[in-house]
């Protein structure tokens, strides 16, 4: 049987202010966590007993996924934290040292083990990446995927021989500096001996620190380039376009919610939409107890979340509307992702609620 491990201990930094209330895995693709979708394609390929890393927002991720019975698999999670003058912080372990510290606790690991980042959509056959990495003996195998040059400094980067050996891991080099286009794509396969070289009770990386070290001592050590669809959701601008692929149908087992009440435009229940009195190109999804006024121009890709409210003559393009923004009339946003409280352009540029220097208006519709 081959056991899970997904990483979501980490803060998130580079997707704020998405993160700012909510832990990385629980940023919603059509309305449903991303860590969810990894749930549910690891219980499809038998992986049944899956331990969580958690630290920041912890108890978001699990009150909504529990004991993991919903989608047939059992979940634990593993708190990292410390007490600093009579509060309890978040400390994250790193990828590694958070592995350590649950294996020391109960030795989980005992089988070969599926790890995987908690804020990545994935279509890996799982169960044939077992196989092949039990075929070559592998102590411990990287999942790889070729990347443009440029993009190296977004990822580490695996160099290895014609036989599928690493030979170097760099993490995250300047593109002059990359020796190979194969980019990590953060999902592993290890046996339970990999763990024993990960030192206690210390923060430890799976990428800078327990990788090279396989490499230094001549480890089975693999690296698997089998092509899977890969979605990573390291940048905000990274989120965006995610959401675009999707709502396009570009991206497999992701269909729209709702129900299609005319050709590429899909709706929860109860909404409130001049339908002969406004503008929508879809693809375009409008949640549940949406109000849109006359006059108002929808032009997808666009996902409206449930509670929202478009004020008469506003035009969204291209965008990410979460539950309960309300934008006002005549106003125009474009290739943006927004909430009740800020608003962030496909580049990353965040501007908040408020801002006089902002010609932007837009508000929170529970009021």
Same mark, same amino acid.
Request: negative net charge; glycine residues 10%; contains cysteine.
């Given at each position: ?9 980490? #803060? +998130?930094?580079?997707?704020r202010? %998405?993160?700012?209330?909510l !832990?990385?895995?629980?940023? /919603?693709?059509? *309305?449903?966590? =991303?860590?969810?979708y ?8 038998g ?41 309890i912080?978040?400390c ?17 690991f ?25 075929? #070559? +003996?592998?102590?411990?195998?990287? %999942?790889?995927q070729?990347? !443009?040059?440029?993009?190296? /400094?977004?990822? *580490?980067?695996? =160099? ?28 592993y ?16 990386d799976?990428g800078s ?10 480890l089975p ?9 890969w ?26 919610p ?25 693809? =375009? ?18 996902w ?7 004020r ?22 474009q290739e ?27 508000s929170?519709?529970?009021?």
């Amino acid at each position: 049987m081959t056991k899970g491990m997904i990483l979501a201990a980490g #803060q +998130g930094t580079r997707v704020r202010p %998405l993160t700012k209330d909510l !832990p990385k895995p629980m940023i /919603p693709i059509l *309305g449903k966590p =991303v860590m969810e979708y990894l749930v549910g394609h690891m219980a499809r390929h038998g992986v049944r007993q899956i331990m969580v890393n958690v630290a920041y927002h912890h108890r978001k991720i699990e009150e909504y996924f529990g004991d993991g019975s919903r989608w047939g698999v059992e979940i634990g999670y593993s708190y990292e934290g410390t007490l600093d003058h009579g509060d309890i912080l978040p400390c994250p372990l790193g990828s590694a040292g958070g592995m350590r510290r649950i294996q020391d606790f109960s030795g989980f690991f005992d089988e070969t083990t599926l790890v995987v980042c908690g804020d990545a959509l994935i279509d890996l056959d799982i169960s044939a990446a077992v196989a092949e990495h039990r075929r #070559q +003996g592998a102590m411990a195998t990287v %999942l790889a995927q070729t990347v !443009p040059a440029q993009e190296a /400094p977004n990822y *580490g980067m695996v =160099v290895s021989d014609p036989m599928g050996r690493v030979l170097a891991f760099q993490e995250k080099p300047r593109p002059e500096d990359a020796l190979s286009n194969l980019a990590s794509t953060g999902i592993y396969l290890f046996e339970p001996p990999v763990l024993d070289l990960v030192p206690r009770h210390t923060r430890y990386d799976i990428g800078s620190q327990l990788f090279p070290l396989l490499v230094a001592q001549g480890l089975p050590f693999l690296v698997q380039t089998t092509p899977f669809h890969w979605i990573d959701i390291g940048r905000v601008s990274d989120y965006w376009s995610v959401l675009q692929r999707v709502l396009r149908g570009e991206v497999v087992n992701m269909p729209m919610p709702g129900r299609e009440i005319r050709p590429g435009i899909w709706a929860g229940i109860s909404v409130q939409v001049a339908w002969d009195q406004v503008h929508l190109e879809g693809p =375009v999804y409008i949640g549940s107890g949406v109000c849109i006024e006359p006059g108002a121009r929808i032009i997808g890709p666009t996902w409206i979340g449930h509670g929202c409210h478009i004020r008469k003559n506003a035009v969204v393009a291209r965008s990410v509307l979460f539950e309960y923004t309300r934008i006002g009339e005549s106003m125009m946003f474009q290739e943006v992702v927004m909430s009740p409280h800020y608003c962030v352009n496909r580049h990353g540029e965040t501007t908040y609620r408020g801002d006089d220097t902002s010609a932007l208006r837009w508000s929170d519709a529970r009021a």
